[in-house]
């Protein structure tokens, strides 16, 4: 089954804040729960949020609710992710919006294909390769970004070995890039984040990739933790390649512009349900970062490896 899934009139997410402990499906019968899964990140990941969206407007359509309205709920959902505007926009402006939702969908999965394509060139036989968050088939409809850059050079037959950050606070490389590759027999090690720049030091990276949930002028947003892992790689001269589709590009903002989404202090504050630090402590929880264009190597696309802007 696909990350998103059109069925019967409702879209069958599966549940990523259940894994890897249980592959479990959350049902969106009308687009109040599509907010709540984007909010709630059941569902995350800037191509996977943007189709999500698109079927939360046709939705609301096939519901004959006001579709305006709707469309801005939608988008006010989370703020970092370009994808999701974008994807909102293009169902509004289309003569219908489920169509045009599933059109999107099929080609997410084409150009999650086209980016491994092109990416898959970049790596050898043998190269250690480390990503941060989750930018595989749980981001996308199915397939993923980075982790399609190396599902595609496992495919080529290329033997390769991927690290993964932890991804605090909410571990999305632990829990979900982990269980991604060990679903497809790649093989697979965790770090912590922190351990990234060492293991960069002693030799132990050859390349790192990593998703986007915007690019625009100036660099790149993605995950918290991104520009440590591009700082250190700048610093021990490891390539550092970003996997995006089109649509992860701003071409209207500058990337300093844009709102980087804070999210519930909880997050920081408690691990795997336990309270991690004193009581009444104060946190800071941004969910993402700007990676700025001079660590970046390349950007890979479906329609080639470009330059950052
Ligand atoms: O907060 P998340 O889990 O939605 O953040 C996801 C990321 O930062 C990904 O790297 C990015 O969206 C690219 S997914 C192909």
């Not at 169509?99 to 080609?107: P, S």
């Not at 504050?269 to 190597?297: H, K, M």
Request: a negative charge.
């Amino acid at each position: 089954m696909k990350t998103i899934e059109w069925k019967d009139g409702e879209l069958v997410l599966i549940d990523q804040r259940k894994l890897p402990d249980s592959l479990e499906y959350f049902r969106c019968r009308d687009y109040r729960d599509v907010i709540y899964a984007i909010k709630n990140m059941v569902v995350r990941g800037a191509p996977a949020i943007g189709v999500t969206a698109a079927f939360g407007v046709a939705m609301a359509e096939l519901a004959g609710e006001d579709v305006e309205v709707a469309a801005e709920e939608i988008k006010a959902s989370r703020p970092t992710a370009v994808n999701l505007f974008w994807a909102v926009d293009r169902v509004m402006k289309s003569e219908s919006p489920l169509d045009e939702a599933i059109t999107m969908y099929m080609e997410d999965m084409e150009t999650n294909r086209a980016i491994g394509r092109h990416g898959a060139g970049l790596i050898e036989d043998g190269d250690t390769v480390l990503t941060h968050c989750n930018a595989g088939a749980l981001a996308c409809v199915d397939y993923g970004t980075a982790l399609g850059v190396i599902r595609a050079a496992w495919d080529d037959g290329k033997r390769l070995t991927v690290i993964c950050d932890e991804t605090r606070p909410v571990g999305q490389g632990a829990r979900l890039s982990v269980w991604e590759m060990q679903q497809e027999g790649i093989p697979v090690k965790l770090i912590t984040d922190v351990a990234a720049g060492y293991l960069m030091q002693t030799g132990m990276i050859d390349k790192v990739i990593i998703g986007a949930d915007r690019i625009a002028e100036g660099g790149v947003a993605n995950k918290i933790g991104s520009l440590m892992v591009a700082l250190a790689a700048k610093r021990f001269n490891v390539p550092f390649y970003v996997a995006a589709p089109m649509s992860t590009f701003d071409t209207e903002n500058s990337i300093y512009d844009i709102e980087i989404e804070e999210r519930d202090p909880a997050e920081v504050l408690y691990y795997g349900g336990c309270r991690i630090a004193p009581q009444d402590t104060e946190a800071i929880n941004p969910a993402f970062d700007i990676v700025p264009s001079d660590l970046i190597s390349g950007i890979i696309t479906e329609k080639g490896i470009l330059d950052p802007l």
